[in-house]
């Protein structure tokens, strides 16, 4: 019973988590420059992302609320009363600390929100991305003695990018529905900005495969773990059904380039797209499921590394510094892009 209750609220929190981040995000890449000639549709969105993340957050919260009563029942000492417990967790713990941080966080991300809409963009964005780095130093990835580094910055990297790629995409499904609420007479928004989002999630879902392989490397000490622990046969079914949903991306990339959308087939797009979100979420529920086991890799005291394994290790490092760096010089040419053309205006 605890374990669906742990499970079902930890999948709670990362839907909402990887919402608000993809709300966030997509201000910064979808929505970033709108068209000249679109004023009232550049008006719409700064209107609705900034009431879009503040519910986000309220639920964010809510969900934290959630996790914290989860720890605290988990913590629970029945020979003391329950508010000397909670104080004990909040006080004397690293989770503790950690999630009073993150509800911090969140906290000042809802005010500048509330009071200063998207002039407060930027300063939400850095709290949002800082309360995002929860999952990954209160859980597995912080537990791992050595090469800790690694794991947190590969957890991190992950959580973003996941939120980077499907909660983007269900940023711009809820953006269009709302548009089309209040526009009738309008065109569907899709067609507008699927093409730019196509672009953005080549690079979100190679990191979001990067950052689980090297994650992977981690938590397990052999291939044969994907068999033979119950966190391996969990990890492998989250695979295969990350896989399919990446699947489903790449196809409406390949039809969104070949221009099926501006064919008028948006029906079947947006279909293909709730799929996609759809199939997502159960991702995120094996992955709720999933950090309630113990890795087998973290079991081992001298952590005997399969050949195998060591070598997609080597390889998922590699790859992971090569996006790391790949990354950082493609914002360093859209800021030195963005720099030439103010100055040419
Ligand atoms: C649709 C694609 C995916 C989504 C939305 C997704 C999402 C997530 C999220 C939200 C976490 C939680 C982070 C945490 O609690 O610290 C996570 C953890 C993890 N993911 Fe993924 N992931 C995806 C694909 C993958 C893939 C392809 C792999 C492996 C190749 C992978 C391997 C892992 C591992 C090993 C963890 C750590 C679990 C733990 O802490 O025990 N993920 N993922």
């Known amino acids: 019973m605890a374990l669906i209750v742990d499970s079902v609220t930890s999948w709670f929190y990362f839907l909402v988590l990887v919402f608000v981040l993809g709300v ?9 420059r709108i068209n000249q000639d679109e004023v009232f549709l550049d008006e719409f969105i700064d209107s609705v992302l900034p009431r879009l993340a503040i519910r986000g957050l309220v639920l964010l919260t809510l969900s934290m609320l959630l996790l914290f009563l989860n720890q605290l029942t988990a913590f629970r ?69 050595g090469l800790s580094w690694l794991s947190l910055s590969a957890d991190v990297l992950h959580v973003w990018s996941a939120g980077g790629w499907l909660g983007s995409l269900a940023c711009l499904i809820i953006i269009d529905r709302y548009w ?16 730019r989002f196509s672009s953005y999630s080549m690079v979100w879902a190679p990191m979001l495969v990067i950052s689980g392989v090297v994650s992977t490397s981690i938590h397990l000490s052999g291939v044969d773990d994907l068999l033979y622990s ?25 039809n969104v380039r070949m221009g099926f959308h501006e064919c008028g087939d948006i029906g079947r797009l947006k279909s293909n797209i709730t799929k996609e979100i759809w199939i997502a979420q159960i991702v995120l529920l094996l992955t709720a499921i999933l950090i309630q086991g113990s890795p087998p890799g973290h079991q081992d005291a001298e952590h005997h590394l399969g050949i195998e394994m060591f070598l997609v290790r080597m390889v998922g490092i590699g790859m992971f510094f090569y996006v790391i760096a790949f990354t950082l010089i493609l914002l360093f040419a859209i800021y030195l892009l963005q720099g030439s053309k103010s100055g040419s205006d």
């Open 24 to 32: 966030i995000f997509s201000k910064w890449t979808l929505f970033s």
């Open 77 to 145: 000492d029945i020979f003391v009363p329950w508010r000397t417990d909670a104080w004990l967790l909040l006080r004397h713990t690293s989770w503790g600390f950690l999630w009073v941080a993150t509800l911090a966080v969140y906290a000042l991300a809802l005010v500048v929100l509330n009071l200063r809409g998207m002039s407060g963009w930027s300063f939400a964005t850095v709290c949002i991305l800082l309360g995002a780095m929860f999952p990954a130093f209160s859980g597995h990835a912080s537990a791992v003695e």
């Open 180 to 195: 089309q609420r209040r526009n009738s007479e309008r065109k569907s928004l899709i067609p507008i900005f699927i093409s």
């Open 230 to 254: 119950d966190y391996g046969r969990v990890l492998f079914l989250k695979i295969i059904l990350a896989v399919i949903v990446m699947g489903l991306g790449l196809l409406n990339s390949i």
